[in-house]
């Protein structure tokens, strides 16, 4: 796994892939990445504040990365140097990961390896980069995209989140969820999720709208079958308030997110546990096998037996 930079450090965005992926936390049963951090010069690359960074690999180093990250990108219009081209194409030709952070779409699109996909970069870019690449189908209210191989996401944040998709994608809900706690960072944030959510300020104490501890109590019963109204009784106000409230906190309709936070669930008890399929419909809320294979297979792309079979075969070539 190789994070690139280039012209100036980003501190911020590079941190983010040095964190997720550089840190080692094999004491925690976490696996331990083989990562480095690439210039495509030999010089010390300037960032703010004074500061510069070397680096000791090239570009030869991501010959061979599972993983390519750009922390960041100018969002100049000029050409990326063809080096770095060819080694972008090439890695999306081996079918290894590619993922951008804020303006590193820039890069991305410049290459050609974003035409007629969908892609998201930092919200302030968003018009620039449609009017720059219009062949791109640009997503800019999302944290991140996965599209193939290629993954794309907001600023800051949400690279965070954009890294540790990729470690659950590959790795499964255990390992994506120890790095997380290990950098105190929510475990999961779905990529559909807005960039920003506008929450008002509340008028007085009775018209908060955090939604924090019915959130955990949700995640802590999500066997029980909530609905609008019942959590809207809970939250002590009408289902309408409380719908327009909820996606005002976290951008997505309660539906959406109920959804989502039970298809996790099913991805861990499917990692951790030989339940059969009907008992984890049970457990997660989805109440019947057939409701949970079909939200399961939209969210993630395949069966719960594929996913099953797939991390069973993980954890034992880790043992």
């Known amino acids: 796994m190789v994070a690139i930079i280039d ?3 980003h501190p911020f965005e590079l941190g983010v892939a040095c964190e997720v992926f550089g840190i080692d936390r094999s004491d925690d049963g976490l696996p331990r990445f083989d990562f480095a951090v690439c210039a495509t010069g030999r010089r010390p690359v300037p960032g703010p504040g004074g500061m510069s960074l070397h680096a000791s690999y090239r570009l030869d180093r991501a010959a061979s990365a599972d993983l390519v990250v750009i922390p960041a990108w ?49 919200w302030h870019d968003a018009d620039l980069l449609a009017s720059r690449f219009p062949h791109l189908a640009l997503q800019p209210d999302r944290l991140y995209v996965e599209d193939g191989s290629i993954v794309t996401s907001a600023g800051t944040a949400a690279g965070i989140d954009a890294c540790l998709h990729i470690v659950r994608r590959e790795l499964g809900a255990r390992v994506a969820n120890g790095i997380a706690r290990r950098m105190v960072v929510p475990a999961h944030r779905d990529g559909g999720q807005a960039q920003y959510v506008e929450t008002p300020v509340p008028r007085c104490p009775a018209d908060s709208t955090d939604l924090a501890p019915l959130l955990s109590e949700i995640q802590a019963n999500l066997h029980r079958p909530f609905t609008i109204a019942s959590l809207a009784a809970i939250a002590h106000i009408s289902p309408r308030t409380f719908a327009r409230r909820f996606v005002a906190a976290t951008g997505s309709t309660p539906h959406q997110w109920l959804t989502r936070q039970r298809v996790l669930l099913v991805q861990q008890l499917l990692e951790e546990n030989d339940l059969t399929i009907e008992e984890i419909a049970h457990r997660t809320g989805f109440g019947t096998a057939d409701l949970l294979r079909h939200h399961f297979l939209q969210q993630v792309g395949t069966t719960p037996t594929g996913y099953r079979r797939t991390f069973t075969h993980q954890d034992r070539a880790a043992r």
Do not use: I, K, N, Y
Not at 90 to 106: I, M, P, Q
């Open 7 to 9: 012209e100036q450090v």
């Open 74 to 122: 100018h969002t100049r219009d000029e050409s990326p140097p063809r080096l770095v081209v060819d080694m972008l194409r090439a890695t999306v030709a081996r079918g290894a990961w590619l993922l951008s952070v804020c303006s590193g779409a820039f890069l991305l699109a410049a290459a050609g390896l974003l035409d007629d996909r969908r892609a998201t970069c930092h």
